[in-house]
């Protein structure tokens, strides 16, 4: 017998570029591959890519680059480029890098099979293309081997928002949700396996409208009601939202929802108007100030988290101002924030830039104060009792490290939990990164 080929994939940019490597690695599956860990042991290697800044997408062809003494060694090696920088620079990507044999964008995966085959029989294999049938259905379905207690699960892709600064729309295309029945399939399969947690992905999730069972389309809010009633599924999470498609009941769940984690990422980019406005936002930053409000009202403890640009084009000493008064008025738990990186075809990329070192100095201001603000939040924490997810082991023995609801890192010596327990847990000090605690009661 020969043995099973082996896959590596290295993944790059957001949640869902993670998911979407999973269900690669399982379609991969369906061919013979078995995953492996180390690019030097592998028949196949797979770029999962990011194009959202130029950072992301130029690590691509830097890594590339490395792997030509492991082709030279294993001339069988197939080498793949996916994710959005495969759907941004298509055909491209071979002529810079010859040793790529394979490129497929993040709606054509369903393809990867094939397109492995096709490389394997000497040639260059390309698939950029949003095909109409349902990638989601078409992928080999799930195998059934047990996995870890916290999964991704994509619901909804693509955005029609077309930010000033964003690639988005055009690498991950017009937006879509997938029928609610088959996510809901999807979930139950999921916590067969074992996973306890999930967290639905989309671009803009809470704009999520699948098609229901029953015909009419379900929201966002409805989907996590009825996930809410599967049994041994005990958490549910859902990133990234957009402010404009913060709809009622979804802002009502938040408060009635038992399984909804009390965590909510709502990028808002900017604090100020002018700024918001040639960002394409369509919110202001008053309009948002009030739906935290909203939001906080319906669940008093939610941690908020954020994304934050600085230096977008045009962008004043008095506009970064705005950004921090806003800050300090929302009080985040956690934020990310970046320094505008023009990406070509974007609209912003035409407009006059901020000079970089201006830039810098404000995210250094801006980061200093979302530190701030998380540290206080975080070591609020003690004293409290939270629920704790297990996910793995702790260096120290005996312990576990989990999530909190409010996806606080939590650290607990000699708990006797499982991986997949979730436990009361009673905090007792906060750390650089982490909180620790002991058992409650
Ligand atoms: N769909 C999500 C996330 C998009 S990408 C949303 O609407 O919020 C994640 C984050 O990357 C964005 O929120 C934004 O803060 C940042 N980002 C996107 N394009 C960028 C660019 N050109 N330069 C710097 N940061 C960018
Ligand atoms: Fe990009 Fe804006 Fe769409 Fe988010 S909402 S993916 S930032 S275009
Ligand atoms: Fe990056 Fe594509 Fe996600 S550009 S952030 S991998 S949608």
């Known amino acids: 017998m020969t043995p099973p080929r082996k896959l590596f994939i290295r993944t790059y940019g957001c949640q869902m570029n993670v998911y979407d490597s999973e269900r690669m690695a399982e379609a991969m599956g369906g061919q013979g591959y078995v995953p492996t860990d180390r690019a030097d042991d592998a028949d196949m290697i797979l770029l999962n890519t990011c194009h959202i800044r130029e950072k992301a997408a130029e690590k691509v062809y830097s890594e590339l680059g490395r792997f030509r003494g492991l082709k030279a060694a294993n001339p069988d090696l197939k080498i793949g480029v996916a994710g959005c920088v495969a759907q941004a620079e298509g055909e491209e990507i071979m002529r810079r890098q010859p040793l790529v044999d394979l490129v497929v964008g993040p709606q054509s995966y369903h393809r990867l099979p094939e397109l492995e085959q096709q490389a394997r029989r000497g040639g260059k294999a390309l698939a950029t293309d949003f095909p109409e049938e349902d990638k989601f259905q078409t992928l080999a379905a799930r195998p059934r081997a047990r996995r870890g207690p916290t999964a991704f699960l994509t619901v909804q892709e693509g955005c029609d928002k077309f930010c000033a600064f964003c690639v988005v729309p055009y690498t991950r295309g017009a937006e879509m949700s997938r029928p609610a029945e088959r996510v809901l399939a999807e979930a139950r399969g999921l916590v067969e396996r074992g996973v306890r947690e999930i967290t639905l992905l989309g671009q803009n999730v809470n704009a999520y409208h699948g098609a229901g069972p029953g015909g009419g389309d379900w929201s966002l809010a409805r989907l996590i009601w009825a996930l809410n009633d ?115 075809g974007t609209p912003a990329a035409e407009r006059a830039q901020v000079p970089a070192a201006e830039a810098d100095d404000r995210l250094q201001r801006l980061q200093a104060l979302i530190t701030r603000q998380q540290r206080s939040v975080q070591d609020a924490m003690v004293g409290r009792e939270v629920g704790v997810l297990f996910e793995k082991p702790g260096r120290l023995p005996g312990q576990m490290v989990g999530k909190s609801e409010y996806l606080h890192a939590v650290h607990v010596g000699d708990s006797g939990a499982a991986i997949g327990d979730v436990a009361r847990v009673r905090i007792v000090a906060s750390g650089a990164n982490s909180l620790s605690g002991v058992l409650a009661g």
Not at 272 to 295: F, P, Q
Request: with cysteine.
């Open 230 to 344: 599967i049994d041994g599924l005990e958490r549910i999470r859902f990133t990234t939202s957009h402010p404009n498609d913060m709809a009622d009941d979804l802002i009502a769940a938040h408060g009635e929802c038992a399984k909804l984690m009390p965590y909510l990422h709502l990028p808002v980019q900017s604090g100020s108007d002018r700024i918001l406005k040639r960002m394409n936002r369509s919110h202001s930053a008053d309009g948002y100030l009030r739906l935290v409000e909203r939001i906080r009202t319906a669940r008093p403890d939610i941690l908020l988290s954020g994304d934050f640009i600085v230096g977008f084009p045009e962008e004043t000493e008095t506009d970064f101002q705005a950004t921090l008064d806003l800050i300090e008025a929302v009080g985040y738990g956690q934020a990310y924030s970046f320094r505008y990186s023009t990406r070509p």
